[in-house]
C-alpha cells in the first residue's frame, strides 16, 4: 500500500525536478510512501490505531511511567513544553527536535509550538559573544539551566527541518513562529558560524560552524578542541538534500556535496561484514575512541539511528543503490544473532557486549527495511509491530526512536515542502 503526499507538498516536487534527481521512484519525486506495516498485511485502521495510541502515550499518558512530553507553564510567547530524558533527568535538544518533526508529521501544532517555545525560551544562546551563539544547549535540567552549553548537532539538524516542514504545513506566523526564518537562520549559522572564545558553564571554549567546509561533513560538535570528528548518526543525507533544493539559494550547491559526501561516508564508516557502524568515527569513517567514552568506536547507542539515516535517504531520493546493501547486510548480522534476542552494543566485527533486547534498536532495524531488498526485512517490520510502546525510566530513547519508526514505517512521515 502506497500513500500520496499532502497536495501542499507540489513546490518541493518541482524542486526536486529542477534540481535534477537521478531517479524518478521515490518518495521526494513521485510523492508516494511505502507502508510497510500495510505491506505485511495490517489493515489501516489499525495503523492509524496504533500510531495514535502511541503518540497519546509518550505525549499525553501517566507521567509517571508513560508520557515524555510535560507542559511547563506560559510565556509572553505562548504555551511552554519539554520532551524530558526521565533516566537522566534532563532535556537534550535531540529529543526536543524529535519532538517537533514527530508533531508536525501528526498535525499537532500546538505541541510542536510549546516545544519550539522551550527551546528557544531556555536552550537557544542568543549572545553574540557566546562560543554556541545561534545554536541550542544539548544538555538541559528541567527547570532550564544549562548543563552544557554546546549543541549536539542532529539537534540543529532536526529543528531545521521540522521548522521548514512546519511552514509547509500550517504557514509562517510571526515572531519565533516565523518557522521559515527561524530556519533560513539556524542552517545559515550551521555553515556560517564565525569562530568565538567565550565563557561557558564547562570553561572558557571556542567554537565555530557545524559543518567542517572541506569534508562537508557534520562536524562531532563545533568545539575546537573535538570538532575533527563526526558521528555516523548525525549523517542526515536525505535532509540535506531536501535543503539543497528548497534552503537559501546561495548555499544550495553546498548541501548537495554535503549529501553526497555522507553518502560516501556511509560507505566506510559501516563494517564490510556486518554493517554496524561506530558511535563517533573520523571524517574517513574510521572508528574514534573519545577519551571519555572508549566505546564509542563500538556500535552503540547513538549507533543504532544511523540505519534509519540512509534507509529513509534512500527511500526519498534513490541516489545511491549501496545504501539498500547496507540494509541487508545489517539486517543478515541481526537476523544471524536472533531476531527477538539479540544484545543492544556490539564491537564492529558483530561481538555483542550488550544484553539488552532494546526496543530503540528494534525500531531502527524496522526502518532498514525501507531500503532493504530480501524478504527477511518484513520480520524487522513486524518485530517492531509487536514491540510495546516503552514504558519506565528509561522510555525517553526508545520512546523517541519507536514513534519515529511508527511514521517512517507506516509512511506517515512525509516530506512538507518549504514555500
Request: net charge neutral.
Amino acid at each position: 500500500m502506497k500513500r500520496m503526499l499532502n497536495p501542499l507538498a507540489g513546490a518541493l516536487l518541482l524542486c526536486v525536478v529542477a534540481g535534477g534527481a537521478s531517479s524518478r521512484t521515490h518518495a521526494a519525486v513521485t510523492g508516494e510512501r511505502r507502508n510497510l506495516f500495510a505491506e505485511a498485511g495490517h489493515p489501516p485502521q489499525e495503523i492509524s490505531a496504533k500510531i495514535n495510541a502511541t503518540f497519546q502515550q509518550l505525549f499525553h499518558g501517566n507521567p509517571d511511567t508513560q508520557a515524555v512530553y510535560f507542559p511547563a507553564g506560559t510565556n509572553a510567547n505562548g504555551a511552554l513544553a519539554c520532551i524530558r530524558d526521565l533516566g537522566n533527568q534532563d532535556v537534550r535538544s535531540e529529543g526536543m527536535s524529535y519532538g517537533m518533526m514527530i508533531a508536525v508529521q501528526l498535525n499537532r501544532k500546538t505541541e510542536f509550538d510549546a516545544l519550539w517555545n522551550w527551546a528557544k525560551t531556555c536552550m537557544y544562546h542568543v549572545s553574540s559573544n557566546h562560543p554556541a551563539y545561534g545554536y541550542f544547549s544539548w544538555s538541559m535540567t528541567t527547570n532550564g539551566a544549562a548543563n552544557d552549553e554546546m549543541p549536539a548537532p542532529d539537534g540543529e539538524e532536526y529543528f531545521v527541518t521540522s521548522l521548514y516542514f512546519a511552514a509547509a504545513r500550517w504557514g509562517n506566523g510571526t515572531g519565533i513562529y516565523n518557522y521559515c526564518a527561524e530556519a533560513d537562520r539556524l542552517l545559515g549559522d550551521l555553515r556560517h558560524r564565525q569562530s568565538i572564545t567565550g565563557s561557558t558553564v564547562k570553561g572558557t571554549m571556542t567554537a565555530g560552524a557545524l559543518f567542517e567546509p572541506d569534508h562537508k561533513m557534520i562536524r562531532f560538535t563545533p568545539d575546537v578542541k573535538n570538532w575533527n570528528h563526526t558521528d555516523p548518526s548525525y549523517h542526515l543525507p536525505a535532509f540535506y538534500e531536501l535543503w539543497a533544493r528548497c534552503g537559501p539559494k546561495a548555499d544550495r550547491e553546498f548541501w548537495a556535496q554535503a549529501a553526497a559526501a555522507s553518502r560516501e561516508f556511509f560507505q566506510r564508516a559501516a563494517h564490510p561484514a556486518t554493517g554496524l557502524a561506530p558511535d563517533y568515527a573520523n571524517f574517513d569513517g574510521t572508528p574514534w575512541a573519545a577519551p571519555w567514552n572508549p566505546h564509542s568506536a563500538d556500535f552503540q547507542y547513538d549507533s543504532w539511528r544511523t540505519a534509519m539515516n540512509w534507509s529513509v535517504d534512500w527511500s526519498w531520493w534513490g541516489k545511491d543503490a549501496r545504501e539498500r546493501q547496507l540494509s541487508d547486510r545489517l539486517q543478515a548480522f541481526f537476523e544471524f544473532k536472533g531476531l527477538s534476542s539479540y544484545g543492544n552494543r556490539f564491537t564492529l566485527v558483530g561481538n555483542q557486549f550488550g544484553n539488552d533486547h532494546a526496543t530503540g534498536l528494534v525500531a531502527m532495524n524496522a526502518v532498514a527495511s525501507l531500503a532493504a531488498t530480501q524478504p527477511r526485512a518484513q520480520q524487522f517490520v513486524e518485530a517492531l509491530w509487536n514491540t510495546p510502546v516503552p514504558t519506565g525510566q528509561w522510555r525517553y530513547y526508545d520512546g523517541m526512536l519507536y514513534m519515529l519508526a511508527m511514521l517512517h514505517c507506516s509512511g506517515e512521515f512525509r516530506i512538507w515542502s518549504p514555500q
